[in-house]
């Protein structure tokens, strides 16, 4: 056996693979901390306070919040380009928020309200911004991966240098329509990044019970698809991880996979009490891991800015989302004849 050594992380490697490269982690500079901080803050205020509104009865139907995977969609909004699309499933208010889209729009939608994205008919699973290059939002497992490698195709036939982002879970990596993507996109070299956020839990099981083959980062291996594991609760990781991913894909060297290991601190939804898992277990994560308390002890540490600092931005933040919340609730609902608009027969 390969004997065993630290490394300087002060992770053990054996010999036999102390060659091989680690994982990347990008040096951010203040300005780029400072957006990081600020981003993930927006995304979990925002989501914060869509749970309060769906308790609250303002909300109806499905809601699912992206609290504790902030650091994913932001890394990847952080190593795009202009132009890149962003599809995604029905965790989708935080891919809004990083693809600039407006939290009183998005939170119109949640409402059901006329000033939402989707004219307030689309509810949080299904809201779109062709200006903004977000191809949604969509509530079928598994529906965004091929809607995403059409996305690709479009790029590679217009010839315009862009990359499809197709954003699934754990759970929708087992789906056959996942795997009818990956050969397409290998088969054709198309420019798609398939972005695995592994969360753990596929809707309430834990992806150990029910995936043969938990090394998700691997799942494209036999299109000849490559493949990365990342620490998804550190965004200068995801955003390492996906500059890499992007070039390979816009070099024209077809598709690529990155599995972002994440977590997500509520339920699958609202209505998920989560009793599948331990409050130790989320709390662990909490304090160990979460994405946006990092970012702020760097912040800290470097001397980039003081505790008065961060507070002002968590004040601005909350105003913000404070008045998405308040438009959200006095814009109108849709007028009855909308039940007939943006049909297609």
């Known amino acids: 056996m390969a004997a065993a050594r630290k490394s300087s992380s002060g992770t053990s490697r054996t010999r036999s693979s102390a060659k091989k490269a680690g994982p990347v982690i990008a040096k951010f500079d203040k300005d780029q901390e400072l957006h990081a901080y600020s981003e993930m803050l927006l995304i979990r205020r925002f989501e914060e306070k869509a749970g309060q509104l769906y308790g609250m009865g303002l909300i109806g139907g499905f809601c699912h919040l992206y609290i504790g995977q902030e650091a994913v969609v932001v890394g990847l909004q952080m ?37 939402g994205l989707s004219k307030g008919k689309g509810g949080s699973m299904h809201m779109f911004s062709k200006e903004k290059h977000f191809y949604g939002g969509h509530g079928i497992v598994g529906a965004q991966v091929p809607i995403g490698t059409g996305l690709a195709f479009a790029n590679q036939y217009r010839g315009n240098g862009n990359v499809a982002m197709a954003f699934f879970g754990d759970g929708a990596s087992n789906q056959g ?27 309430g099981t834990s992806i150990d019970r029910a995936s043969a083959v938990t ?107 404070a008045e998405a919340a308040e438009f959200a609730q006095a814009d109108p609902e849709p007028d009855v004849s909308e039940l007939y608009t943006d049909i297609l027969l």
Not at 85 to 111: C, F, I, N, W
């Open 79 to 115: 190593a795009k380009i202009d132009g890149d699309q962003m599809v995604t499933s029905y965790r989708d208010h935080g891919h809004m928020l990083a693809m600039d889209l407006d939290p009183k729009r998005v939170m119109a939608e949640l409402t059901g309200r006329r000033g």
């Open 177 to 203: 329509q996942v795997y009818e993507s990956f050969n397409m996109a290998e088969l054709w070299k198309l420019p798609v990044l398939y972005v695995i956020e592994n969360n753990k839990y596929g809707m």
């Open 215 to 321: 090394d998700l980062s691997q799942r494209g291996a036999s299109f000849g698809i490559p493949g990365e594991k990342v620490d998804g609760m550190d965004v200068r990781a995801v955003m390492a991880a996906s500059e890499k991913a992007l070039k390979w894909c816009r070099d024209g060297k077809g598709p690529y996979i990155l599995e972002m290991v994440t977590y997500r601190y509520r339920g699958h939804s609202m209505s998920d009490p989560a009793k599948y898992r331990s409050k130790d277990e989320v709390q662990k994560m909490r304090s160990e891991h979460d994405p946006i308390e990092q970012v702020r002890q760097r912040l800290l540490d470097n001397g980039w800015a003081s505790e008065e600092d961060l507070k002002a931005i968590d004040k601005k933040v909350r105003a913000r989302v």
